[in-house]
Every structure is written in C-alpha cells, then in structure tokens.
C-alpha cells in the first residue's frame, strides 16, 4: 500500500486519525459504513495534483479515530461538530466537503449547520432530502415490516456487533459485493431484498470468488484489519440515532443546500431504491439552492469512488474547476 501522511487532530472533542496531504485550498473527503479513510485512495492523489489540500479522515468510531462508547456520541450533531472541527484544526477557515455512504448526510448537515465553514459540499450515493415530519427509522419499519433490511437489524446494540465481528475480512467482502454494480438482481441481499425480516445481513449474502475487480486481497485485508481493530459498535452506533437526530435538527425540516453542491451516484446503486417505485436522486432537487450536477455513473453500484474511480474523479474535478 502506497505510504500516507496521517496525522491526529483533535476536533475539540475527539481526535481524528486524518490522511492529510497536498496545498491549496482544503477538501475534507468523510467516508461511510463500513469503511475508512481508505475508500477515498482513488481520489487523494488526483486531487493533490490539481492543486488542493486534501484531509481524509478515519470518522469517529472507525479506524484510528477515537471511538465513544455511547451510542449518543454518534448523532449528526457530534459528527458534523468533528468536520468543523477539524476544518478549525487544520487552521483553516473554510473547506469544500465530500462525503460517501453516511459521509454524505455528514457533508450536507455540515453546510447547513456551519454555512461560513462550507465552500462547497458534494455528496455521493446518499442525497440530501430535508428532514420529513418523522424520524427516518420510522418510514422503514413502515415500509420493511414484513422483510429484511438492513438499518432495523442494526436497532438492537450487539446484535450485528456480533455478526459482522466474527470474521471481518469476510463481513468486507459480502457486504462489498452486495452493494455493488457487479451483482445480479437475484443475487442482492444487501438492501432491497425478499429476505425475512427475522433474517441477519450476511444470510445468503454471496462471498465473491474472484473477488470484483476494484476489490484486491490487500484491499481487504486492510479493511478487515481496521475493523478487527476498532469493532463494529461505533460504526453501528450511527444507525441508533435517528430519533436522536430528528429531534435535535429541526432546522432541517426547512434549510436547504445554500452551497455549490454536485451529488455523484452508481446507477446501480441499491440506496437510490430505498423507497420501492421511486429513485431518491429524483427527490432532492427542492433541498438545493445551487445544484450543479447529478452524475448518475453507468454500471457502479455503492461504493462509486472505488469502483468508478476515473468516472467519479473527473465529475469531482470539473466541478471544482468550476468553483
């Protein structure tokens, strides 16, 4: 693996393992679950060469990153308090943000909560869709009651803990593949799937062999030794917050995206169907003063920067070159 510059920043109320590298102005890339600073490998250096300061951290509970105990810790409150932190760490007054997977909302509630520390906000795979008038775990158990999904099996702390602990390396590689734009529909089992609502997140989930060709064995294995690391309970701890979040963010039934802001997402991408019959990247343009692009990458699933890294770096790069 090609050698980085980490360093540990303390926000204020966490220290952050970072990834930080580059001058000009700064960009703060925040990743998603279950990932790390290493989702973002394919961008630091493209972005280093077009002139920016790029800091990639490890998100609270992930990686080398400090990881609280409570769930609490891990409400939008605390983690989007991390990115302004760690912009005000860096000695910076403003960053342009881009987040993935949860990374996303983080980077959008970011802008909206710290509107003179947000140059520009882009976000993959997860739009920005305000706050509706009840907490989003609420929807879900609407819509999911009678199957599987993944975000109500994570409720019950220790559960997927014990699961997803048992063989990380494995958890990576199903999890991965399940999300992706190389599996079949009759073999999804990650998101939108016909599994029994008694069922657990790797039930019948396939274990790719070969493995995609974004994802290496060295891939792997450094996730898979982050994890056996750090555990799953903060990561986790992020999808027991939405009660938490709806209460404490009411100011997002109404402010919008007021920044330049692109969103980037794989066509195949199981959370744009989260809500069976409609695509989600068709609801978020009322949330949004000034959206520039919605790049919809053909064949990419999930995880869009590692497996569409040339297509998403040059959506990133013209729109920075546009700022």
Known sequence: MQERH??????????????????????VMVHGWPESWYS??????????????????????YGG?????????????????????L????????????????????VWVTAIRYPDKVKAVAGLSVPH????DRPTIEVFKELYKDRFFYQLYFQEPGVAEAELEADPAATIRKVYYSASGDITDDERAFGASGKSADSTLLEGAIDPDPLPTWLSEEDVAYYAGEFARSGFRG????????????ERLPELSEKKIGQPALFIAGKKDP?????????????MDPW????????????????????????????????????
Do not use: C
């Open 87 to 106: 912009i005000d760490a860096l000695g910076e007054s403003e960053a342009i943000l881009i987040g993935h997977d949860w990374g996303a909302p983080i």
């Open 40 to 61: 973002w490998r394919h961008q630091i250096d493209p972005l280093v060469a077009a002139g920016y300061r790029v800091a990639v951290p490890d998100v609270r509970g």
């Open 65 to 85: 990153s400090d990881k609280p105990e409570a769930i609490e810790a891990y409400d939008l409150t605390a983690l989007t308090d991390d990115v302004a932190g």
């Open 6 to 27: 980490f360093q540990s920043i303390d926000t204020g109320s966490v220290k952050l393992r970072a990834v930080v590298e580059g001058e000009g102005p700064l960009v």
């Open 271 to 283: 959370v744009l169907a989260f809500m069976p019959g409609i695509s989600l990247a068709d609801l």
């Open 235 to 246: 990561p986790l701890n992020r999808y027991r917050n939405f009660e938490r979040d709806f």
């Open 129 to 132: 869709l305000g706050r509706g």
């Open 288 to 323: 949004y003063e000034d959206l520039r692009g919605k790049v919809l990458i053909e064949g990419g699933g999930h995880w869009i920067q590692q497996e569409k890294p040339e297509e998403t770096n040059a959506a990133l790069l013209s729109w920075l070159a546009g700022l």
